[in-house]
């Protein structure tokens, strides 16, 4: 270990949960180990209800009763309102099925979501404080009546968001859009407010839409993307489904470009080489002892190397050096100026001190160095940065030493949350109440330099940055538009020039940018592949001179992705870059300014605007102060610092959204272990071991109370008046059950009087059947009607026993998710089941006699536990955390979930029957004169019809739709003849 006696140490209450983490922080390996104390308190439920880091649990012991986060639950285990020391609270309501209803944040500032009888969102409202109300999204869906050529019948076809209108004329058969257009608003400066009618919203686009081609193959990857402007990229995948290769189709050109080509991937699906369209091999070397990155080389063979990264790293996978052999070392000024970064950590593994090399006088701030036409080794200078952070990981203190110049800078902390401002010019630290002033409430900053202020709207989202404010002229300001997933549309700045005011604005489509200015119309084609990125800059309008039409622009990375070579089509300079750890450039170099000053993806491979922002997606970063603009959307999942850039190791870990940090240098096998062990300590593996302990006890409970029910048959005389009571009794279960579930059927398909008239026909068969089979008149009990009625009541027990004991653990729930979305994951779970209850009866007879009983909660757990894994895999999957062990029942779950257990009886009964008569009509011998062959296939017969049961989940949410549909329906019929009648 880097840090010897600095153990990690859980405290664990009576139940297993965590209730202290202790981490020891040292400095330098001689200095004393510093105890810093996380703290989780839990309800009775077990939910984690407020937490402290090791600075605000410090003060609690001061008597101060600050959290870092605070949850309040519902009855149901649904998180109500969340209380966060960097962003503030949120107040959410849920409705009957969980889906989020309404919510307000600490600005007070509302929004609610409208939706239709199927669960699905059709109108999302905001209102800010005592503002007015006003519709910033609206979903339509296709109907029944839809083209179902191009797969339109129940998905979105339509929605119009903040950026304007989405229109999708196509889906795949698992649901990819496609073909989808995008209609921008005409004044991107209006307060979005859609009314209900279709005509008024088209009124309020612009003409023109912009239509995106997508094509997938049979496996659903996609094989082509035709963007806006015709531009067509074609991507070929080897036989394991990876990239292989990458080619691009110019709109109005005949023949295609291959960008990337024969990419090759190792075992764990790392990318180890690649050959880009200008002939330039990227490779990359894994160390065979633990998988961690090696090197990374781009080339052309048979020349000397444009990058070659190689990396070393300490006892735990920090980095501790990386040198770039392609670049040499030069002696100037005293000084031997290395191609090599240096890195040094403390105990818990944050970056403490960086070297390297830098433009001298390089600024401090947002601005960039000053551009070299050459890398001129005269120009260079080493450099060190020290820094230091608090116990809650804020970087407080920068010391920034070179020969050129060196300067330290300060961050004050608020004292009870994680918000931050800088060091003002005057050398002092902003107190509480500037720090307060400095955010909304929200925990957004409000001012991004001394005089620039920032702008958000409702959905805390950067709304505008003025660059420059002016009193009695236009200022200089550059405001953004997102779409209904949070996602940047449009970026436009204005800049005032004395006499006009001049508008550059970037559209984000995908695989394209169009780029617009007075003077300029600029198509950005961007291709992402392996390892690098490919833009192709095609100009409409004012090429500049020097740059080639449709000019091939290679970006090359580091292991972070961060774009440090950047080449031409045939494998030139454009230019190079470096950075310093947390993503300001401290120097940059190339053949031509203008040429290099169309790069704008730079550090991590994100785009770097003129304010000299980061935007990652979903959050703005500032690589001068090292931390977020805003705290994080995705809340705690990164830690309870919720401006902390990757928890302060910019090196081995990067953030790709602005949401949660990724490892980038951890070995294969680490990762590998690190992940399993994640799964089994994660939501999943819980989930999956609570269904099974669930269904294994259900099913004991079943067993148990058969086996009771065959117990009082055995001790209570038969007569014929008590054969004919429990057959009627079995009769109408069954006919309750059956027509409940084929009502329910019907009801998705046909009108409400002809449902229920249809859902009599079968359950009457059933009862029918049971009169022809059953034995009139003896005073034995009925073999047929004893064996169903304890088929029934083992049913209602486990159902009952289901809906009493459901808090039990923690679950993964279908919730809102479309029926049709489920349906591939219910096969799958029908055949594994049907796998395990035939190993059940062909395995039966080598079982022991004692242990047999066990044999079908054995079955009942494993396909609980695998049901749970295979809902887990979807995306919108609800997880439920374990809530109160026995809840009483709500009536109609418990109604639904007891009728459908008994349907699934009768179907057991009857199925298993009909394979009884279909072996015996066959052979033509009953079943004690059949041969073991026989008997065996008869068996497992009898398996594959009881495990069709399992799709009766899916069949429950589907009869209760059409019953749903059926008292809507009748509603509506009683309504309208009430107004009539009237």
């Known amino acids: 270990m880097t840090h010897a006696n600095t153990p990690a140490i859980q405290v664990f209450d009576p139940r297993g949960l965590s209730v202290r983490g202790v981490a020891y922080h040292r400095r330098q390996n001689a200095s004393v180990a510093q105890p810093c104390i996380t703290q989780q308190e839990y309800d009775g439920a077990g939910r984690a209800v407020l937490s402290r880091d090791p600075r605000l649990f410090r003060l609690h012991q001061d008597g101060q009763p600050t959290a870092n986060q605070q949850y309040l639950f519902s009855l149901s285990g649904a998180v109500v309102l969340s209380h966060n020391s960097d962003a503030g609270w949120r107040l959410g309501l849920l409705g009957a099925h969980g889906q989020w209803v309404e919510g307000w944040d600490q600005k007070l500032s509302q929004n609610r979501v409208d939706y239709d009888p199927l669960c699905r969102p059709v109108a999302t409202f905001e209102r800010a404080w005592q503002g007015a109300e006003r519709c910033i999204a609206r979903f339509t869906y296709a109907d029944n009546d839809a083209d179902a050529c191009h797969n339109l019948r129940g998905h979105l076809i339509r929605q119009d968001d903040t950026a304007g209108t989405l229109l999708f004329t196509g889906?795949?058969?698992?649901?990819?859009?496609?073909?989808?257009?995008?209609?921008?608003?005409?004044?991107?400066?209006?307060?979005?407010?859609?009314?209900?009618?279709?005509?008024?919203?088209?009124?309020?686009?612009?003409?023109?839409?912009?239509?995106?081609?997508?094509?997938?193959?049979?496996?659903?990857?996609?094989?082509?993307?035709?963007?806006?402007?015709?531009?067509?990229?074609?991507?070929?995948?080897?036989?394991?489904?990876?990239?292989?290769?990458?080619?691009?189709?110019?709109?109005?050109?005949?023949?295609?470009?291959?960008?990337?080509?024969?990419?090759?991937?190792?075992?764990?699906?790392?990318?180890?080489?690649?050959?880009?369209?200008?002939?330039?091999?990227?490779?990359?070397?894994?160390?065979?002892?633990?998988?961690?990155?090696?090197?990374?080389?781009?080339?052309?063979?048979?020349?000397?190397?444009?990058?070659?990264?190689?990396?070393?790293?300490?006892?735990?996978?920090?980095?501790?050096?990386?040198?770039?052999?392609?670049?040499?070392?030069?002696?100037?000024?005293?000084?031997?100026?290395?191609?090599?970064?240096?890195?040094?950590?403390?105990?818990?593994?944050?970056?403490?001190?960086?070297?390297?090399r830098q433009l001298r006088n390089a600024p401090g701030g947002p601005q960039l160095p000053d551009f070299q036409a050459t890398i001129d080794p005269g120009q260079l200078e080493n450099y060190t940065r020290l820094y230091t952070y608090d116990e809650a990981g804020n970087l407080k203190v920068m010391q920034h030493q070179a020969d050129s110049a060196c300067r330290t800078e300060r961050t004050a902390v608020a004292r009870f949350s994680n918000r931050s401002l800088p060091e003002k010019t005057n050398d002092e630290l902003p107190d509480e109440q500037e720090i307060a002033a400095g955010h909304d409430l929200n925990g957004n900053r409000t001012e991004l330099q001394p005089g620039q202020s920032l702008q958000w709207n409702l959905c805390n989202q950067l709304r505008q940055v003025d660059q420059v404010v002016r009193e009695e002229e236009p200022d200089d300001c550059e405001f953004y538009v997102y779409d209904g997933g949070g996602q940047r549309q449009r970026k436009i700045r204005q800049a005032y020039t004395g006499k006009l005011i001049r508008t550059h604005e970037t559209r984000y489509l995908p695989g394209l940018e169009i780029r617009t200015s007075a003077d300029e119309i600029l198509h950005v084609i961007t291709v992402k592949a392996g390892r690098g990125t490919v833009q192709v800059l095609h100009w409409q309008k004012g090429q500049p001179t020097g740059i080639p039409q449709d000019q091939q622009r290679y970006s090359f990375t580091d292991h972070l992705g961060s774009s440090t070579l950047e080449l031409d089509e045939a494998a030139l300079l454009i230019s190079r870059e470096s950075y310093y750890p947390y993503g300001g450039t401290c120097w940059w170099a190339g053949r031509n300014k203008v040429e290099a000053s169309y790069k704008t993806l730079r550090y991590s491979g994100q785009e770097r605007d003129a304010s000299g922002l980061y935007y990652y997606g979903f959050r703005y970063y500032l690589p001068w102060c090292q931390r977020w603009l805003s705290a994080d959307p995705a809340g705690t999942v990164d830690g309870l610092n919720l401006y902390s850039m990757v928890n302060g190791n910019p090196i081995g870990h990067v953030d790709l959204q602005g949401l949660s940090l990724f490892s980038v240098v951890r070995g294969a096998a680490m990762r590998l272990w690190e992940s399993t062990r994640s799964f089994f300590s994660g939501n999943i593996p819980q989930a999956m071991a609570s269904a099974a302990a669930r269904d294994y006890l259900g099913s004991h409970l079943g067993n148990t109370v058969a086996a009771g029910v065959n117990l009082a048959f055995d001790m209570i005389r038969a007569t014929p008046g008590r054969n004919t009571a429990l057959r009627y009794v079995v009769e109408s279960i069954s006919f309750i059950s059956v027509y409940y579930s084929s009502a329910g059927v019907s009801g998705n398909h046909l009108q409400s009087a002809n449902s229920l008239a249809v859902g009599t026909l079968p359950a009457l068969s059933v009862s029918a059947g049971y009169d022809i089979h059953a034995q009139h008149g003896q005073d034995e009990w009925d073999p047929v009607t004893r064996a169903r009625f304890v088929g029934q009541t083992s049913a209602i027990s486990r159902g009952l026993f289901q809906q009493l004991f459901r808090g039990f653990g923690s679950n993964f729930e279908w919730g809102d998710v479309p029926l049709r979305e489920r349906l591939s994951r219910t096969v799958a779970a029908t055949v594994l089941y049907s796998a395990g209850t035939t190993s059940r009866e062909l395995g039966r007879s080598h079982v022991p006699e004692v242990l047999q009983p066990n044999l079908s909660p054995t079955i009942e757990a494993l396909d609980?536990?695998?049901?749970?894994?295979?809902?887990?895999?979807?995306?919108?999957?609800?997880?439920?955390?374990?809530?109160?062990?026995?809840?009483?029942?709500?009536?109609?779950?418990?109604?639904?979930?007891?009728?459908?257990?008994?349907?699934?009886?009768?179907?057991?009964?009857?199925g298993t029957e009909g394979v009884e008569w279909l072996a015996e009509a066959i052979t033509g011998n009953p079943a004690d004169s059949q041969s073991a062959s026989t008997r065996r296939t008869v068996a497992m017969g009898r398996a594959v019809v009881s495990a069709v049961t399992e799709l009766r989940g899916y069949v429950n949410q589907y009869v209760r739709r059409g019953w749903s549909r059926i008292l809507d329906r009748s509603t509506v019929t009683a309504s309208a003849s009430s107004n009539t009648f009237v």
Request: proline share 5%.
């Open 864 to 910: 609980g536990a695998v049901g749970t894994l295979l809902r887990s895999t979807h995306p919108h999957a609800a997880h439920q955390p374990h809530t109160a062990t026995v809840q009483m029942p709500n009536i109609n779950d418990l109604s639904a979930e007891i009728l459908s257990r008994t349907t699934n009886a009768e179907w057991s009964y009857w």
């Open 171 to 356: 889906f795949s058969l698992n649901g990819t859009p496609l073909q989808h257009s995008r209609t921008f608003i005409a004044d991107p400066q209006w307060p979005v407010d859609w009314p209900e009618s279709v005509p008024e919203r088209d009124a309020l686009l612009e003409i023109e839409p912009a239509i995106t081609r997508l094509h997938c193959n049979a496996a659903s990857e996609a094989v082509s993307q035709t963007d806006a402007l015709g531009n067509r990229q074609t991507f070929i995948h080897n036989c394991a489904g990876e990239l292989r290769e990458v080619r691009l189709k110019l709109a109005g050109q005949a023949d295609e470009t291959a960008l990337v080509q024969d990419i090759q991937y190792n075992a764990f699906g790392h990318v180890e080489q690649q050959r880009a369209g200008n002939g330039v091999i990227s490779r990359a070397t894994f160390r065979p002892d633990d998988g961690r990155l090696e090197q990374l080389k781009a080339y052309v063979t048979g020349q000397p190397a444009l990058q070659d990264l190689t990396y070393e790293y300490d006892a735990v996978g920090n980095v501790t050096c990386i040198t770039d052999a392609a670049q040499a070392t030069h002696f100037h000024r005293n000084q031997r100026i290395e191609p090599v970064n240096r890195y040094r950590y403390d105990s818990l593994y944050r970056l403490i001190e960086a070297s390297g």
